[in-house]
């Protein structure tokens, strides 16, 4: 979701909007050339480094070590999946950056549509299904022991990312080059823009985070009043750290879109646009290190393969 600029055909205006990608910055600030743009190019090219790198490290350690193929570390598996493909959708953004205009056409735009979004909806989403499994683990462990296993995990995952891809449908139809090439996205009016808006505010932000509270709050209540041997609470306190970060990064944005469909925010400065439009991306290189350091059993694999005995 990021910064993006919605530019509308029918009155020939360019209004902002926050949410979604800031695949279409360089609409922004078209003066934006030469060596400001290498800058550009080479920061994102290094974030983008840094997440393929750490991501796909979580990916093999998972698909290495069977005994990583738990429940949990399934889902942590599938955020750093689609954290993997959001970097690779950050270079085809540098790209764009570096050529001034979408290169790779218009087919090629709506896919990278179409992954950028399900990727931003599957990010809450696995945190919602980590938290409710979580719920499920402590209030019924005898029904998560013989329902929720890890063959269970990878048909919930495939669902939760048909979910989200569903839920992305409306960006991939109007997504598309516009006259400076650019991939953007074209709503027939200011109304669709809006809803939009409020959709993927109430879908992607407001409702998971409101379910993740209530599993946490009602699983750390339980933790806290009864025994519960079959419930890691690192594994609480990992999860609530997650989302933790997932809202700091995410709020700013969602409450810049909001005021982007009410008031001008012209007045900020383009710097504050880039930096904003960066954040989603740090998440996807912050992730690999929170998993490495707050989850034990990815920290016991990462001292076996980089420590010496």
């Known amino acids: ?34 060596n400001e743009n290498s800058k550009l190019f080479i920061l994102y090219l290094v974030v983008c480094a840094l997440g393929l790198i750490g991501n796909s490290l979580i990916i093999y350690v998972v698909l290495r070590y069977r005994q990583m193929r738990t429940t949990s570390n399934i889902y942590v598996f599938n955020l750093a999946l689609g954290d993997l493909f959001y970097m690779l959708c950050l270079l085809l953004f540098a790209l764009e950056i570096a050529y001034t205009g979408w290169p790779l056409g218009v087919h090629m735009c709506k896919v990278f549509w179409a992954v950028s979004t399900t990727v931003a909806f599957s990010s809450i989403y696995f945190l919602t299904t980590m938290s409710v499994c979580i719920c499920i683990q402590v209030h019924f462990p005898i029904f998560y022991s013989k329902r929720l296993g890890p063959k269970a995990a990878v048909g919930i995952s495939i669902c939760v990312w048909l979910i989200c891809l569903l839920l992305g449908i409306p960006i991939y139809i109007f997504s598309g080059l516009n ?48 025994a519960h041997k079959g419930v890691d609470k690192t594994n609480i306190i990992f999860l609530a750290l997650l989302t933790l970060v997932f809202v700091i990064i995410w709020l700013p944005i969602y409450v810049l879109e909001m005021m982007a469909v009410t008031t001008n925010l012209m007045v900020f400065s383009e710097e504050v646009y880039y930096i904003i439009s960066l954040l989603p991306y740090l998440k996807c290189c912050i992730y690999p290190i929170m998993y490495g350091t707050l989850s034990t059993s990815f920290r016991e694999i990462f001292r076996s393969m980089f420590c010496c005995k």
């Open 1 to 34: 979701m990021d910064i993006f600029i919605i530019e509308d055909d029918y009155n020939e205006t360019t209004n902002l909007s926050l949410l979604d990608y800031p695949y279409n910055f360089t609409e922004v600030d078209e003066v934006l050339i030469g």
């Open 179 to 226: 006259i400076t090439e650019s991939c953007k996205i074209n709503w027939p009016d200011s109304f669709s823009s809006i809803t939009f808006t409020a959709y993927q505010l109430v879908l992607a932000f407001g409702v998971p985070l409101i379910i993740i509270c209530i599993c946490l709050i009602l699983t750390v209540f339980t933790t806290r009043c009864s």
